[in-house]
């Protein structure tokens, strides 16, 4: 199993020794086989460019923070995800921690973190759908 690394708004930077940095980014509930699929993609392009794979996944889920969202039950708990996380070539897995303040970033923010977490992240594979930032206005066109 990958080992899990809690991540906030703080100053701590994952560099990975200086090696190229692919990430997927998302919810992941149910991780059912258009995340796979995204999964190997992103392992498969670190792989090809001698970096690193890596999965930035929320706690608590996100839906369970908005104001605005409908709470759902999620369909598998966080123990089952990570497990199915852990059958893959993972070089990583962080947890970022949802919150109000978090939730309140925009959508330039938000990669503005990324990139200042993650310094040489070069790639990141997101479902067609994903959204980003506060009101959820950010996606993968900006």
Do not use: W
């Not at 992941?28 to 996944?57: C, P, R, W, Y």
């Not at 059958?87 to 990139?115: N, Y």
């Amino acid at each position: 199993m990958v080992e899990v690394t809690k991540i906030f708004l703080d100053d701590v930077v994952h560099d990975f020794f200086g090696k190229p940095l692919f990430m997927t980014i998302g919810t992941f509930d149910g991780v059912h086989i258009g995340h796979e699929k995204l999964i190997s993609s992103m392992i498969e392009q670190a792989k090809n460019s001698g970096g690193v794979a890596v999965v930035e996944t929320f706690l608590p889920y996100p839906r369970m923070v908005l104001p605005t969202a409908q709470p759902k039950p999620m369909i598998f708990g966080i123990e089952k995800k990570y497990e199915i996380f852990g059958t893959h070539a993972l070089d990583g897995l962080f947890e970022q921690k949802f919150d109000d303040q978090f939730s309140k970033i925009s959508p330039s923010g938000f990669v503005t973190f990324l990139q200042r977490k993650f310094p040489t992240l070069c790639g990141i594979s997101v479902g067609e759908d994903f959204k980003f930032g506060h009101g959820q206005v950010g996606d993968i066109k900006i």
